[in-house]
């Protein structure tokens, strides 16, 4: 059974740092992009930053200087490190998989091409 299961969500002030996980199970994920999508309330989903199968990463203006996106191909893990959170960055964090798009494509078609979703992780930052 295919399996994105993230992590490391919470509530923290502006300026704080998070670091989100994303365990995947099931297929081989090192030929996947892999990805980060969010959504706040009352707001259509976002392309967060992607990581293709070479390493190429893409990251949304939004958030470039500010957060990292990685991969451990071996433990089939993704990350998102996240820095100088601001209240904007308030939503509901995807970890996504996608097999025949590239990063760019995971991060602006803001979900196209995506095969599979994680259930979420709730990121909260308070000003």
């Known amino acids: 059974q295919v399996q994105l299961v993230e992590s490391g969500g919470g509530s923290v002030q502006a300026g704080g740092s998070l670091r989100l996980s994303c365990a995947a199970s099931?297929?081989?994920?090192?030929?996947?992009?892999m990805g980060w999508l969010r959504q706040a309330p009352g707001k259509e989903r976002e392309g967060v930053a992607a990581?293709?199968?070479?390493?190429?990463?893409s990251y949304a203006d939004s958030v470039k200087g500010r957060f990292t996106i990685s991969k451990d191909n071996a433990a089939d893990t993704l990350y998102l490190q996240m820095n100088s959170l601001k209240p904007e960055d308030t939503a509901m964090y995807y970890c996504?998989?996608?097999?025949?798009?590239?990063?760019?494509?995971?991060?602006?078609?803001?979900?196209?091409?995506?095969?599979?979703w994680g259930k979420g992780t709730l990121v909260t930052i308070s000003s």
């Open positions: 990581i293709d199968k070479y390493g190429s990463t």
């Open positions: 099931g297929t081989t994920y090192s030929t996947y992009s």
């Open positions: 996504a998989a996608a097999r025949r798009v590239g990063a760019v494509t995971v991060v602006a078609g803001k979900g196209y091409g995506v095969d599979y």
